[in-house]
């Protein structure tokens, strides 16, 4: 579908951009440095440490990851 469109009754919807367009738009972009209040990544990396859980590399690791941490975490934090 990506490749042929037309096949599928639509049109090609891509743009092509030049990679220097792309480092331009990167270089304006703001990250943050983190996205989760300091104390709660704290418990979350002390708990990563603990049960020997890594980053994740892929969307299933961060999806294992993640509800590996909400079990773990205490009640109290997780509902605030």
Request: aromatic share 8%; charged share 20%; proline share 5%.
């Amino acid at each position: 579908m990506y490749s042929v469109p037309e096949i599928y009754g639509t049109r090609d919807y891509r743009v092509n951009v030049q990679s220097d367009e792309i480092a331009a738009c990167k270089s304006e972009c703001v990250y943050a440095a983190s996205v989760c209040d300091p104390l709660v990544e704290e418990i979350c990396i002390v708990l990563m440490n603990e049960h020997d859980w890594s980053l994740p590399v892929d969307y299933i690791e961060a999806v294992t990851l993640y509800h590996n941490l909400r079990g773990a975490l205490p009640n109290d934090v997780v509902e605030t």
